[in-house]
C-alpha cells in the first residue's frame, strides 16, 4: 500500500511557475514509476509527466520544454516543476505510483489566471 500526499498548488498568474511536491509513504519507493496527471474540468484525466526508477521521463506535448519531473528517492518524493504556466494548465494535478499497482494522491488545484 502507498500513501501519496501532494502539495504546492495555488493561483498564479500565466507566465508564471509553481512547484508541486508529493511524498510517498512506502517501505520501498526506488522501484516504483512516478507520475503527475491532471485533470481540467469536463476533461478526462491525462498524463503530464513520468518518471522511471532510473530517471528517464516522459512528458505530455503540452508541457515539453516548460515542465521537469524529478524524484528523490532518499526522501521519496517527486516534483513537477512547472514555469511559463498558461491558463490552460488550470487543473486538478494528481500524483500518481505504479509498480503492481496503482496508487493515486488527493490532487491539488492548480489555477493559471490573472
Known amino acids: 500500500q502507498v500513501q501519496l500526499v501532494e502539495s504546492g498548488g495555488g493561483l498564479v498568474q500565466p507566465g508564471g511557475s509553481l512547484r508541486l511536491s508529493c511524498a510517498a509513504s512506502t517501505s520501498s519507493f526506488r522501484p516504483y514509476v512516478m507520475g503527475w496527471y491532471r485533470q481540467a474540468p469536463g476533461k478526462q484525466r491525462e498524463l503530464v509527466a513520468i518518471i522511471t526508477s532510473g530517471g528517464i521521463t516522459n512528458y505530455a506535448a503540452a508541457v515539453k520544454g516548460r515542465f521537469t519531473i524529478s524524484r528523490d528517492n532518499a526522501k521519496k518524493t517527486v516534483a513537477l516543476q512547472m514555469n511559463s504556466l498558461k491558463p490552460e494548465d488550470t487543473a486538478v494535478y494528481y500524483c500518481?505510483?505504479?509498480?503492481?499497482?496503482?496508487?493515486w494522491g488527493q490532487g491539488t488545484q492548480v489555477t493559471v489566471s490573472s
Open positions: 500518481n505510483a505504479r509498480l503492481n499497482n496503482i496508487y
